[in-house]
């Protein structure tokens, strides 16, 4: 039987996880005036226009380390970037990030920017400007931040410490067999998804949203990566139960999607050379 005849009932199974609802999304076609009315509703009424600005997760208590908001950025043009980006997977375990370096590289990977309407923009574009992701950073290799997990506060351009603290046996125990190369990295990024700020407009639309969403992010990661003339590599093969214990999330609420590792390589690409300063980076091999 063609798989669109079936009903919608029959194509989910009962044990999967509500996200999967994406797949099977395009066959409520009856939905699709619900949710046509719920964006009008958004779009029109200022008040839920303006509910994104209050969409960023915070750490009140915890230990905060300040970026700098005005780091230098590389000179690499768009073009070096593009074609200089690859996934590199031998990072140099003897090589550090500087701050200033984190705090540029996250300039251009994820930051707030002038918008409308007193919401800020960010430097990928949302869905109907939901902003439903969040990142997080396990630093290893940072000069001046103390090794461990912490989220990155987007709107105040921090990072806000998860305690406990985390350790580099329980990553490797999320990401056997990936975690070694995550471990190795200068820093590790985590992107989560917090659904409901996307789906109480979009309805199952949003997920769809969502995952285009996380994908913008990683291919700015890999850019900003490049141009910096560090190596970067995608990593989705986690325990998600582990991963999500990791990070210290509810997966019902949030949800990581994926993870990166980002840091000077064993052998750095060219690109991007010019401008970066390693500092105390191990004699290359």
């Known amino acids: ?22 797949h099977y999304s395009q066959f409520m076609e009856q939905w699709s005036d619900e949710v046509f009315g719920r ?11 303006g509910e994104s600005l209050h969409f960023v997760k915070s750490y009140e208590e915890s230990r905060r ?9 590389p000179t690499v043009s768009l073009v070096e970037a593009i074609a200089g980006r690859k996934s590199s997977r031998a990072f ?49 290799a940072v000069k001046g931040v103390q090794p461990g997990l912490y989220h990155y506060n987007i709107r105040r351009f921090e990072l806000e410490s998860v305690e406990p603290a985390r350790t580099v046996e329980q990553l490797r ?10 471990e190795s990295a200068a820093f590790s990024l985590w992107v989560t998804v917090v659904p409901d700020r996307t789906n109480r407009k979009y309805g199952l639309r949003g997920w769809r ?28 093969g986690g325990w998600d139960p582990k991963v999500a214990d990791f990070i210290g ?17 064993m052998v750095p690409d060219k690109v991007g050379l010019a401008v970066l300063d390693i500092g105390d980076q191990a004699e290359q091999p």
Do not use: H, K
């Not at 964006?39 to 226009?49: A, G, H, S």
């Not at 380390?65 to 950025?73: Q, T, Y």
């Not at 500087?98 to 309407?117: C, I, K, M, N, V």
């Not at 969403?213 to 560090?230: H, M, P, T």
């Open 1 to 22: 039987m063609p798989i669109i005849e079936q009903t919608v009932d029959s194509l989910i199974p009962p044990s999967d996880p509500g996200w999967e609802l994406l």
């Open 39 to 49: 964006m009008e509703r958004y779009n029109t009424n200022p008040e839920l226009w």
């Open 65 to 73: 380390v300040s970026l700098d908001r005005n780091a230098p950025l």
């Open 92 to 140: 140099d375990l003897g090589a550090q990030v500087t701050l200033e370096q984190l705090s540029g590289f996250l300039r251009l990977a994820y930051s707030e920017l002038p918008g409308r309407d007193a919401v800020p923009r960010r430097t990928i574009p949302s869905g109907g400007g939901r902003y439903p992701l969040e990142l997080y950073v396990f630093a290893r």
């Open 173 to 182: 125990e999320a990401y056997s067999p990936y975690g070694g190369m995550l």
């Open 209 to 236: 949203f969502v995952m285009m969403e996380c994908g913008f992010l990683g291919q700015n990661i890999y850019l900003a990566s490049s141009a910096l003339g560090f190596g970067c590599c995608a990593v989705g």
């Open 249 to 265: 999330v509810n997966r019902s609420q949030e949800f990581p999607m994926l993870a990166l590792a980002v840091g000077p390589q």
